[in-house]
């Protein structure tokens, strides 16, 4: 019963590296959502999709890209990392709450603490 | 303006003890959903309660209770009999349903830190 898988959990980059999350959740949710927590800062959402295929910018989507290729599978990429990247980043899935069931929650991935020197 | 405010940064608690830990949202969508998170210094987001906008009731789940006030517009949430494995960050966050696009984000607020004394 896994739910939501992200890799890596840890990951060092340099400033101008690359690198990709993944996201993969196994409950055939519709929804996907990139986070990031910083402290004091709460949960801000990065990037989200709607459906395979589709992506859409969140609050603070800049130096981030996503795809959505398949349904169970959620990317989020970093082209050029810069410190100001360093965070924790969760993936999360939900239902469509229209689908009768407006109480379902996001279900969270475990995070991946990502740092950039 | 924030849309999720939690006003305590931290706040202690004795073992055994109820207590409340403050949210308070704004929103013009008459239809929301209202949720509270526990992360543990683990770091995983644990769900734990859910309130709609159009619920009637107090949504309850074992210890937690919502102390919903629609027209304040609070979700203050009641940890009763607190336990030692209560110690945690706790975030309210909130689903706005009638945004354009059916996204269904949550916006969350920057959280209450809990620690239980023995």
């Known amino acids: 019963n896994a739910g939501v898988t992200q890799t890596p959990k840890f990951r060092v980059l340099k400033t101008g590296q690359s690198m990709t999350l993944l996201c993969a959740q196994d409950?055939?949710?519709?929804?996907m959502y990139w986070y990031r927590q910083d402290p004091g800062m709460g949960l801000r959402l990065i990037h989200y999709?709607?459906?395979?295929?589709?992506?859409a910018k969140g609050e603070v989507p800049d130096g981030y890209n996503v795809s959505r290729l398949k349904k169970q599978n959620f990317l989020l990429g970093l082209e050029s990392a810069a410190p100001s990247q360093t965070s924790v980043y969760f993936c999360?899935?939900?239902?469509?709450?229209?689908?009768?069931?407006?109480?379902?929650?996001?279900?969270f991935g475990d995070g991946t603490r990502l740092s950039i020197l | 303006a924030q849309k999720i405010t939690q006003t305590q940064p931290g706040m202690f608690v004795q073992e055994k003890e109820a207590v409340t830990l403050d949210c308070t949202y704004d929103?013009?969508?008459?239809?929301?959903?209202l949720f509270w998170y526990k992360q543990p210094s683990s770091g995983e987001m644990i769900f734990l309660i859910y309130?709609?906008?159009?619920?009637?009731q107090n949504a309850t789940e074992g210890r937690y209770s919502l102390n919903f006030q629609k027209a304040r517009k609070s979700a203050n949430l009641v940890i009763s009999a607190s336990q030692l494995g209560d110690s945690a960050m706790y975030f309210c966050?909130?689903?706005?349903?009638?945004?354009?696009?059916?996204?269904?984000?949550?916006?969350f607020g920057k959280g209450t830190l809990l620690t239980v004394n023995p």
């Open positions: 999360a899935s939900s239902q469509v709450p229209g689908q009768g069931a407006r109480n379902q929650p996001q279900h």
């Open positions: 999709s709607v459906g395979e295929g589709t992506t």
């Open positions: 929103t013009s969508d008459p239809s929301y959903g």
């Open positions: 409950m055939n949710h519709e929804y």
């Open positions: 966050a909130m689903r706005e349903e009638n945004s354009g696009g059916s996204n269904y984000k949550l916006t």
């Open positions: 309130q709609g906008s159009y619920d009637q």
